[in-house]
């Protein structure tokens, strides 16, 4: 049996299930339901200072970072407020993450932010600048926004193997 034979068997939602129930329970030691029904997260970002990190070595910075911002996602996991507290959605955090971690080395992380519904915006600035929002298992691009060259790609599948080819391409010209 082939590799792509054995993927294309498991049911996609099946697996969106159990990534999603896997990272709560790495994400937190307890998620607990207000009156209000909302959630929220115990979990422990790293300490890290600035000043740790400029003495880091490259991969060990890298790393550093790459622990932060999974941090911060995890963090931000929970339906939005009325009162405007932005926050994502447990699939759109498990595939951000995902994003993320398989991000070459030679690609700068992101800046992140909640797209406010629901979705998590990355922004890659440099000799262009890359726009991505990742919500669930879908990834959207704008590369060079507010430019004649603005080019979208929407839903993009973001697989646990690769991340799309445009997404990569993109990236390599940042």
């Keep these: 049996m082939s590799e792509n034979s054995l993927y294309d068997t498991i049911d996609v939602s099946q697996i969106e299930g159990l990534l999603a129930s896997s990272f709560l329970s790495e994400a937190?030691?307890?998620?607990?339901t207000s009156t209000t029904g909302s959630f929220y997260s115990s979990a422990k970002t790293p300490s890290i200072s600035n000043s740790t990190l400029f003495q880091l070595?490259?991969?060990d910075e890298y790393q550093a970072k790459l622990r932060l911002l999974v941090g911060v996602i995890k963090k931000t996991v929970g339906p939005?407020?009325?009162f405007?507290?932005?926050k994502i959605d447990v699939l759109t955090a498990v595939f951000?993450?995902?994003v993320l971690r398989q991000l070459p080395k030679s690609i700068s992380l992101p800046q992140i932010?909640?797209?406010g519904e629901g979705g998590l915006l990355l922004v890659w600035e440099?000799?262009?600048t890359v726009l991505a929002t990742v919500v669930g298992s879908k990834?959207?691009?704008?590369?060079d926004p507010g430019t004649r060259n603005s080019t979208p790609y929407e839903n993009l599948p973001i697989s646990g193997r690769v991340l799309p080819p445009e997404l990569l391409a993109a990236l390599q010209a940042v």
């Design 139 to 143: 990834i959207h691009l704008l590369l």
């Design 84 to 86: 405007g507290s932005k």
């Design 57 to 59: 070595p490259l991969r």
């Design 28 to 32: 937190s030691t307890e998620i607990q």
């Design 96 to 98: 951000s993450e995902l």
């Design 113 to 115: 932010t909640p797209d």
């Design 126 to 128: 440099g000799r262009r």
């Design 80 to 82: 939005t407020s009325i």
